[in-house]
């Protein structure tokens, strides 16, 4: 009789282990964010300074050189975001053009970002969610 019960606790044991396992994988997975959306931590400080350095100027011209400023940011941009998901994340080449090509978008356009929910994604995407947890001082 002993020796049944210890081969169905040894039995659920193993289903135990099994579900714990099971269970912290999908916790992970749905805890990580995808690798695909993922910029590297240049490639989001790209994207917020040359939307602030390109239109922090716009103002001061009037608003005449908004077109060139808007193509400028945007060329910029991508081509920077570009080379640093191709070379610092080794990303393909199509994620890594995929990728310069939005930051591009989001960067010529004349508003600035950084307070916005786009810019909120860029900085998390780019790695800022090691300090989520962080408290701040007063």
């Keep these: 009789m002993s020796d ?3 081969q169905k606790v040894e039995v659920l044991a193993q289903k135990d282990e ?6 912290s994988n999908k916790t992970s997975r749905i805890s990580e964010p995808s690798a695909r959306f993922r910029l590297h931590p240049v490639s989001g400080l790209l994207v917020i300074l040359m939307d602030t350095l390109f239109f922090g100027g716009t103002v001061a011209s009037g608003g005449w050189a908004l077109p060139l400023m808007c193509f400028l ?9 570009f080379l640093s998901q191709k070379f610092l994340s080794k ?12 930051a591009g978008i989001l960067a010529g356009v004349p508003t600035p970002i950084s ?3 786009f810019g ?10 090691p300090f ?3 408290k701040l001082k007063p």
């Design 132 to 134: 989520r947890n962080r």
């Design 91 to 102: 990303d393909r080449i199509g994620a890594s053009f995929a990728k310069g090509f939005l």
């Design 115 to 117: 307070g916005t929910v």
């Design 4 to 6: 049944q019960f210890e």
């Design 18 to 23: 099994s579900t714990e396992k099971v269970s």
């Design 120 to 129: 909120s994604f860029v900085l998390l995407s780019a790695g800022l969610r």
């Design 73 to 81: 940011a945007f060329s910029v941009t991508s081509f920077g975001v």
